[in-house]
């Protein structure tokens, strides 16, 4: 009788909380995750590599989040933020990341802005450039849904 053929099913991404306890943070076919919204100072990223018979190996490292300079605007970020070549990628989980990406730049807007003394105009305007790269990501998706739909390693990108 023939030995069962294992082969890599998923790779799991995640940050050790405090205690050194893993919270994941994606499950995905694809080898790469972006970790996006890290708090500032130190954070452990990890990996693991998952088979079809769940075993697993893991690797992990520390890396430093720095406070974003004093005259970072998140205005001319967003601006920068391109829908086009995360589309281009032609992969759901770059689109995805790209997602959590602007979420965080949004958060850090609200934050920020507040702090610097910012003016409900200025506020209005950041708002305005995250809605509008937020629709064009969800018109990118919607326009791609049949593709994505259909490709059982896009589905496992999404899919927990």
């Given at each position: 009788?023939?030995?069962?053929?294992?082969?890599?099913?998923?790779?799991?991404?995640?940050v050790?909380?405090?205690?050194?306890?893993?919270?994941?943070?994606?499950?995905?076919?694809?080898?790469?995750?972006?970790?996006?919204g890290?708090?500032?100072?130190q954070?452990?990223?990890?990996?693991?590599?998952?088979?079809?018979?769940?075993?697993?190996?893991?690797?992990?490292?520390?890396?430093?989040?720095?406070?974003a300079?004093?005259?970072?605007?998140?205005?001319?970020?967003?601006?920068?933020?391109?829908?086009?070549?995360?589309?281009?990628?032609?992969?759901?989980?770059?689109?995805?990341?790209?997602?959590?990406?602007?979420?965080?730049?949004?958060?850090?807007?609200?934050?920020?802005?507040?702090?610097?003394?910012?003016?409900?105009?200025?506020?209005?305007?950041?708002?305005?450039?995250?809605?509008?790269?937020?629709?064009?990501?969800?018109?990118?998706?919607?326009?791609?849904?049949?593709?994505?739909?259909?490709?059982?390693?896009?589905?496992?990108?999404?899919?927990?």
């Open positions: 009788m023939p030995a069962a053929i294992c082969t890599l099913h998923r790779f799991d991404f995640g050790k909380g405090a205690g050194g306890s893993r919270q994941v943070m994606a499950s995905s076919a694809a080898p790469t995750f972006v970790y996006s890290l708090p500032i100072g954070n452990t990223l990890w990996v693991c590599a998952v088979d079809s018979d769940r075993a697993q190996t893991c690797a992990e490292t520390v890396v430093t989040v720095n406070a300079p004093a005259d970072f605007k998140v205005a001319d970020a967003i601006t920068a933020f391109d829908v086009g070549q995360l589309s281009n990628a032609g992969d759901v989980s770059v689109l995805a990341n790209g997602a959590q990406a602007l979420q965080s730049l949004s958060s850090y807007a609200g934050k920020a802005e507040a702090a610097a003394g910012r003016t409900a105009q200025d506020n209005a305007q950041v708002q305005a450039l995250i809605a509008a790269k937020a629709g064009s990501m969800i018109n990118t998706l919607a326009n791609n849904a049949d593709s994505y739909i259909n490709d059982p390693q896009t589905m496992n990108q999404v899919r927990p």
